[in-house]
């Protein structure tokens, strides 16, 4: 008979375990709607997580910073799932939220193409109107490895062998057929994402960060709580874009960069003589200052 008390202290009683549906049902319609996933005892939880003793809960909406995250974090799944979809062959390896978005790091051998990331937009927000409901399984270890390596996917077998044994494997599935390792939290479907989302770029990275693996092509995104915090972000980027010193190094015919040789400036000779002019500046005030 677990006793639950909610983030304004009120305590609610319940003569059987529950889960957090059942919790959001129970103190608001408004709440059952808007709930992403919740906080019980500190430890973030699926609202499918069954609560059966006493305890302290938080429910996680989208105002929340948590609840960003975890619509982030499902973005970065059915991305995935739409470009295996799209794709099929392509290996999937790990996917984490970042700041203000996400990534996927996947295996594939063609490069990926700005029409491409056009047609993965397309392919999510098909999933998302689908409303592919989620569902979390714990996996025995071997069954895991075993598994992963049969449908293809060797960079995730190669993960859950470095996870430490008396780790807990979780699963997501989302849908019939799409699922991946996960530890979670995610939301309960597919259409709790929305459609605040945009894939930004892609870019080469490596496995593990190690320059002795293979290269992998990462998919970065951006995803929002609504339209108008994801025109927003747009509208800060393409500002920043402006005013990025690479483009303007090149317009005002200072100086240039070069793809093969990243991190080195290639002058102009307008460039080069400010460059001087602004170092001669800096020696003499550090003279002046003994």
């Not at 970042?98 to 029409?115: L, W």
Request: charged share 35%.
């Amino acid at each position: 008979m677990p006793q639950i008390q909610l983030l304004d202290g009120k305590k609610i009683s319940f003569n059987k375990s529950l889960n957090g549906f059942e919790l959001t049902k129970k103190i608001s319609k408004s709440l059952e709607k808007s709930a992403l996933i919740m906080e019980v005892n500190g430890e973030l939880k699926d609202l499918s997580f069954e609560i059966k003793r006493d305890s302290k809960v938080k429910i996680i909406t989208n105002k929340d910073k948590e609840g960003l995250e975890v619509i982030r974090h499902d973005a970065a799944h059915i991305m995935a799932m739409a470009v295996q979809e799209l794709f099929p062959g392509t290996q999937v390896t790990i996917g984490p939220v970042i700041e203000n978005g996400f990534y996927y790091d996947f295996a594939r051998k063609e490069p990926f193409t700005s029409d491409d990331l056009k047609k993965i937009e397309k392919k999510m927000s098909e999933i998302i109107d689908r409303d592919v409901k989620t569902k979390r399984e714990v996996w025995e270890r071997n069954k895991a490895i075993t598994h992963f390596k049969k449908i293809g996917e060797k960079y995730k077998a190669e993960i859950i062998e470095s996870i430490p044994e008396n780790e807990e494997l979780s699963v997501y599935h989302h849908g019939d057929t799409w699922h991946d390792l996960c530890r979670g939290p995610h939301l309960a479907s597919s259409g709790k994402i929305g459609k605040a989302f945009k894939l930004t770029k892609v870019s080469g990275a490596y496995w593990r960060g190690d320059s002795k693996n293979e290269m992998l092509q990462r998919i970065y995104g951006t995803c929002w709580s609504s339209k108008k915090d994801l025109d927003d972000y747009l509208h800060r980027l393409d500002e920043a874009e402006k005013r990025d010193h690479r483009k303007l190094g090149k317009e005002m015919d200072l100086f240039h960069f070069r793809e093969e040789s990243p991190g080195s400036v290639f002058w102009h000779q307008k460039g080069w003589n400010l460059f001087q002019r602004l170092i001669e500046y800096m020696r003499l005030k550090q003279r002046n200052a003994g």
